[in-house]
């Protein structure tokens, strides 16, 4: 149904898949070829779950003059057949006038037909607007309808430039989607860096409060050392202090040794010299 492949549906392609659905609902097969075999009448609303279609056959409203609001209605099968059309025209302004004018309209007709239909002025119609031209054109040409001054509100036709205004606007969506979809892959980034950088910050501080243990204990055991070599200086002193005192002991009793070994030699010689 979306013949444009612009992914939205207008109203006449909306009512053409309606129609596929009622096909596949039905049992028949959901494609245009199957479409173009029945006729357009003969196929059922489709059904919706939860959605109640009312069935009645709509009042006719009319403009005033006594001509349907509706007259220039271009139904969902024309306007397939008339894409086909299209898609077998060659994309030229002298071919696609040349099809138009098949229908029988004046020059002055002919001229109005393309200024009203070409909304981009390009000079050449696209798909939406060749469909609405040849619509236009056999219903004149071939059912003596009036040519219409301006393009009839029917066909919801938007202006080249406006398509090209929203496809600029979607664009620019997307663009701005992409950059903010950019910036917060960025954060992200970002704040996984941060987090990388903040976890190896918290692995040198521990490997830095760990060393920092490390080396308190290491001074701790040359304090204990140096307290441990003070004392075994102090012990060797005293040992010192003790040798030097039982060797003046030693020689003081070795001083008194002689001094009574002489005594007796004196003492001996005194008692020989009296006999």
């Not at 509706?70 to 030229?92: C, D, G, M, N, V």
């Not at 950019?182 to 987090?195: C, E, G, I, M, W």
């Not at 003046?248 to 003492?267: F, G, M, P, Y």
């Amino acid at each position: 149904a979306d013949y444009n492949r612009n992914g939205e549906l207008d109203f006449e392609q909306f009512c053409v898949a309606c129609r596929l659905i009622s096909l596949a609902q039905n049992g028949h097969d959901p494609s245009i070829a199957s479409l173009k075999s029945f006729s357009w009448m003969s196929i059922p609303l489709p059904k919706f779950q939860g959605i109640d279609i009312d069935t009645s056959t709509p009042s006719i409203k009319h403009d005033g003059t006594g001509i349907q609001s509706r007259r220039w209605y271009l139904a969902p099968e024309k306007r397939i057949q008339y894409s086909e059309a299209y898609s077998i025209t060659p994309q030229t302004k002298e071919a696609q006038y040349k099809l138009l004018g098949s229908y029988g309209l004046s020059h002055q007709q002919m001229t109005l037909l393309w200024d009203i239909c070409d909304t981009g002025k390009t000079g050449v119609l696209n798909e939406d607007e060749f469909c609405v031209a040849i619509h236009l054109a056999n219903g004149v040409g071939k059912q003596g309808m009036e040519m219409p001054t301006s393009l009839p509100s029917e066909f919801g036709l938007r202006s080249k430039k406006l398509r090209s205004t929203e496809s600029e606007a979607k664009s620019i969506l997307q663009q701005i989607d992409a950059a903010a979809e950019t910036n917060v892959k960025r954060v992200v980034d970002q704040n996984a860096l941060d987090f990388k950088a903040i976890e190896k910050t918290k692995a040198l501080f521990e490997l830095s409060s760990a060393a920092a243990q490390v080396q308190a204990r290491e001074v701790q055991n040359l304090f204990e050392l140096s307290c441990v070599r003070k004392e075994a200086a102090r012990t060797n002193d005293t040992l010192r202090e003790a040798l030097r005192i039982t060797k003046d002991a030693a020689h003081t009793q070795s001083n008194q040794k002689q001094i009574l070994k002489a005594e007796r030699d004196l003492l001996q010689k005194l008692l020989t010299s009296s006999r």
